[in-house]
């Protein structure tokens, strides 16, 4: 959806630097989520964030990586220090609010055209 | 834990013949199911979603899904491709209660329509 803005687009990082991918949720939502995928995976959920809180991280890798979404501007996804295995796809999505417990009725994820990560 | 398995990574169909894609879920608790298609260069869009009302699911672009629970599937199919349906197409799954958010997805599959 074109709504869900990423940038950049592609990112060539050599080994050993950051990368830092940048989420701009659709106009109303207030709810981002970022989801990795992998060469010949599909893709896996990493983290939740409201505005100033993370919700979930159950997904993130425990080193390394980290995620913020803050009152003002982008939701940024930090990867620190980045290895081969880093490379990937990474989608954001938003949503306008999360439904009932039970009922994902108003929580359909809008998702942008992803972050194309190259570590070489 | 919930899964997702999509049969087949490529699928090659003719312009107006039938597109069937596979989906096989697994889930300890009754599930939701999503399918969502594509388009190069473009984020993900959903085209249907199953919640636990009707087991035939229509979505948009024509495409339908139906949920067996017996069968833990969730194929989607459309009973005449067009050139435009060319994508990747991603069967996912996520669970009832507070976690509803976390949406597990298959590999995907890339349909291919021949003129």
């Known amino acids: 959806n074109a709504d869900v803005m990423q940038n950049p687009r592609h990112l060539v990082r050599r080994r050993g630097q950051e990368a830092r991918l940048r989420c701009s949720p659709m106009k109303g939502h207030s709810h981002v989520y970022w989801y990795r995928q992998l060469p010949e995976e599909g893709l896996k959920f990493m983290v939740y964030?409201?505005?100033?809180?993370?919700?979930?991280e159950s997904g993130m890798p425990k080193e390394r990586f980290s995620a913020e979404f803050p009152k003002e501007g982008p939701s940024i996804l930090r990867i620190q220090q980045v290895v081969r295995g880093d490379s990937a796809a990474y989608f954001c999505?938003?949503?306008?609010?999360?439904?009932?417990?039970?009922?994902?009725?108003?929580?359909?994820?809008?998702f942008g055209p992803g972050t194309r990560l190259t570590v070489l | 834990a919930q899964s997702v398995t999509q049969l087949g990574s490529h699928v090659s169909v003719s312009e107006g013949a039938l597109v069937l894609l596979r989906c096989n879920y697994s889930s300890s608790v009754p599930p939701y199911l999503f399918w969502y298609v594509q388009y190069p260069n473009q984020g993900l869009q959903l085209l249907l979603k199953?919640?636990?009302?009707?087991?035939l699911v229509k979505g948009i672009n024509g495409f339908e899904a139906e949920f067996k629970k017996s069968e833990t599937s969730f194929h989607l199919t459309k009973p005449s491709a067009h050139m435009s349906d060319a994508a990747e197409y991603f069967c996912a799954v996520s669970v009832r209660g507070g976690s509803n958010y976390k949406l597990t997805f298959g590999k995907g599959t890339l349909l291919t329509v021949n003129p």
């Open positions: 964030l409201q505005k100033e809180n993370i919700i979930d």
């Open positions: 999505a938003s949503s306008p609010r999360l439904g009932l417990a039970g009922d994902p009725s108003y929580n359909e994820q809008f």
């Open positions: 199953y919640t636990s009302a009707a087991t």
